[in-house]
């Protein structure tokens, strides 16, 4: 993957006009991009096909999707199944599928180790590399295989979620909002220490 380009996953709506804007294509390509990328969640600028061959074209050269599967899958005899994802700077980071009858959560991670240190968790005793990005939560979520079985999402993987909270509150923006995934946010829990 070309870490030079940007990533369209991660980006909120006012985010993606920015990006749009700013190569030179009408705004509203930024609702077909996230119609693309959060409902339909392809992988490709190249199967967004309601877009111009000329913009896609242009997009491609700033731009990535930027979703990748997890590097790594350990299932357990209850059917909870760990994944591990490579973010920046060669670092994984896991996320953990809950299946529990009709229910399916997801617990998700924030941050590459955390700052918090609390003595009952061994993500504080990696002490803390860095902040996950908006594209780097939002793919634990939408490059899930069992992404579809979703009922819940709980932000209380590694790291503390209020100390990267600019780029969880656009994660959590792209799930509840009309142009991502509208979910109820009755469907997500913020797990936190105490931060404000």
Request: with cysteine; proline share 3%.
């Amino acid at each position: 993957m070309n870490s030079e380009k940007e990533k369209l996953a991660g980006m909120t709506l006012e985010k993606l006009k920015a990006a749009v804007k700013a190569a030179g294509m009408p705004a509203f390509t930024a609702k077909q991009i996230a119609d693309w990328v959060y409902r339909k969640r392809v992988r490709s600028i190249d199967e967004m096909t309601n877009i111009s061959l000329k913009n896609r074209e242009s997009l491609k050269q700033l731009f990535e999707v930027g979703y990748t599967s997890p590097a790594e899958a350990v299932r357990s005899v209850d059917g909870t199944i760990k994944y591990l994802y490579k973010v920046e700077n060669e670092h994984y980071v896991e996320a953990v599928y809950i299946p529990d009858g009709e229910r399916a959560t997801l617990c998700v991670s924030s941050q590459v180790g955390c700052k918090m240190n609390c003595l009952f968790c061994m993500t504080g005793k990696q002490k803390y590399t860095a902040n996950l990005t908006a594209n780097e939560i939002i793919n634990q979520i939408f490059a899930l295989p069992e992404f579809e079985k979703l009922t819940n999402i709980v932000f209380m993987g590694m790291g503390e979620p209020c100390d990267n909270l600019d780029n969880l509150l656009d994660a959590i923006e792209i799930l509840t909002a009309d142009y991502g995934t509208a979910w109820s946010p009755h469907r997500l829990t913020v797990s936190t220490v105490g931060i404000r």
